[in-house]
């Protein structure tokens, strides 16, 4: 099966029907170009699946942000609401009735933030941080209310009955701790690979500030510590980079630069 055939399979399969080969042909060249260039600097022809939607984030978002063409904005908003509720779901463990509802307030704030993305390719990771966004805020408010009382105490949840990610990693295996995107996934295991075994948590601090783009503030509510502490274990942690992964500095730092972008608006 050649590049196009997959393209075509894949976007079949996520239900993506903003671009294709029977639509604009221009628009279906450049975005197999673009996929084609996002595998050939990954260097690993297995990442079909990732470069589709990093190819497909400027397509959703300039089709989103047209306002002259309702049917296929309206698409668009379809399209981003699918791919929210999912991860709603399988990354954060809502519940499919409250996904539902979430998934129209975050659509909501997209919609009164466009204006602030500049980087069309950046959309969907800045869509990501909205949905983080809003996850996290939701449990800071739910400890809060368990600080005064006004909630049971134990594990902080989406809704009740529902358990929460353990926050703050002490096991080796944390693929099974915490729900990662693809190219997360990758990036974690590489760096699991050349970090010392016993470092868990300073391979947390990396894929929490790199992978998932969160804040200190936001690491600190979530695992509950102080960020001073964070700041202690992520020095440890570029220690430990610099004498043990060199292969790998390059990317998180390109990834820790995109993070920080996109707290800056997209």
Same mark, same amino acid.
């Given at each position: ?89 399988? *990354? ?163 990834? *820790? ?10």
């Amino acid at each position: 099966m050649d590049i196009e055939q997959q393209l075509i399979a894949e976007l079949q399969n996520k239900d993506w029907r903003l671009v294709g080969p029977n639509q604009d042909p221009l628009a279906w060249r450049s975005f197999v170009q673009a996929v084609a260039d996002c595998i050939a600097r990954s260097g690993n022809t297995d990442r079909l699946r990732y470069c589709v939607t990093v190819a497909y984030s400027p397509v959703l978002f300039e089709a989103a942000y047209d306002k002259s063409n309702y049917r296929r904005r309206e698409r668009a908003f379809t399209e981003l609401f699918e791919w929210i509720h999912v991860r709603l779901i399988s *990354h954060y463990r809502v519940p499919a009735n409250s996904a539902r509802e979430w998934a129209n307030e975050i659509l909501i704030v997209i919609n009164n933030q466009l204006e602030r993305v500049d980087r069309p390719q950046g959309f969907l990771p800045y869509v990501i941080r909205i949905v983080q966004n809003k996850v996290y805020e939701y449990r800071r408010q739910q400890r809060q209310l368990q600080r005064e009382g006004l909630l049971p105490g134990g594990e902080v949840s989406v809704e009740e009955g529902e358990k929460s990610i353990e926050s703050f990693p002490d096991e080796t295996n944390i693929f099974k701790r915490v729900e990662w995107e693809e190219d997360e996934a990758e990036l974690l295991r590489n760096i699991c690979e050349c970090m010392p075994k016993r470092a868990v948590r300073q391979i947390a601090i990396i894929c929490a500030l790199v992978c998932k783009g969160m804040t200190y503030h936001e690491i600190a509510q979530e695992w509950e510590t102080t960020e001073g502490a964070l700041y202690t274990l992520w020095h440890r942690a570029k220690h430990n980079l610099l004498t043990h992964c060199r292969g790998l500095i390059k990317e998180i730092l390109e990834r *820790h630069r995109r993070s920080t972008l996109l707290e800056d608006g997209g």
